[in-house]
């Protein structure tokens, strides 16, 4: 099938009201568009997608007008069921700005989740990187490496198993009990997780 190219440079707008543009036509298979808002994000999709609007956005944001897909490797279910790092990423949001959460947990109020956490395909990557094996439930925390934290980043968080996790907001200047999760889990976490309860527990 010959180029359309009367089709190039030819402007549609999604369901989801994003305005696209036709860069290249191979076939009615084969059509390449850009989005108007941002230019360098390009994708191949089929002509009657484009028609209907079909295409979407993984820039938009979706969960908490903050938090969006991204593009990348990572994906939000797989076999239907939802991914960890996808349901980390989810409730990290629901903490921070979900105010029904506020009135059960009032320590969750003024805290944010970076911008580049934003992106799904970032805090994904961040996850594998930070995710350890464990014979103890871990939790995404942001409080044991820094103290009175309230940013969600990957420079502020870890995963740290959830006893810690529950003790580290009302005992952290316990030393005694601080030393008492160190000599339990220092065999089992990271380094850099067993320094910091060591430190905490001098």
């Known amino acids: 099938m010959k180029r359309n ?63 969006y897909y991204g593009v990348g ?8 069921k939802k991914t960890p790092q996808y349901i980390k990423w989810f409730s990290m949001f629901n903490r921070c700005y979900n ?22 395909q970032n805090f994904a990557q961040w996850y594998d990187k930070k995710i350890y094996l464990c014979s103890y439930s871990l ?4 409080d044991l ?3 009175g934290n309230k940013i969600y980043s990957p420079s502020t968080c870890c995963f740290i198993p959830k006893e810690i996790n529950t003790v580290i907001n009302y005992k952290r200047h316990d030393k005694e009990r ?18 910091a309860l060591y430190k905490l527990s001098k």
């Open 99 to 120: 105010p029904k959460v506020h009135e059960r947990l009032p320590r969750y109020i003024d805290c944010e989740v970076s911008k580049e956490f934003w992106n799904f």
């Open 139 to 142: 939790k995404l925390d942001k």
């Open 73 to 80: 490797q990572y994906t939000s279910r797989i076999n239907n």
């Open 5 to 67: 190219e009367n089709l190039i440079g030819t402007s549609f707008v999604t369901n989801e009201g994003y305005s696209i543009t036709v860069i290249d036509y191979i076939n009615k298979n084969n059509v390449l568009i850009s989005f108007d808002c941002r230019p360098d994000y390009q994708v191949w999709s089929t002509s009657e997608n484009i028609k209907k609007g079909e295409l979407k956005f993984p820039f938009k944001p979706t969960v908490y007008d903050r938090g």
């Open 178 to 195: 601080m030393k008492q999760l160190y000599e339990k889990y220092k065999k089992e976490v990271p380094f850099y997780i067993r320094e």
């Open 145 to 147: 490496l820094v103290e």
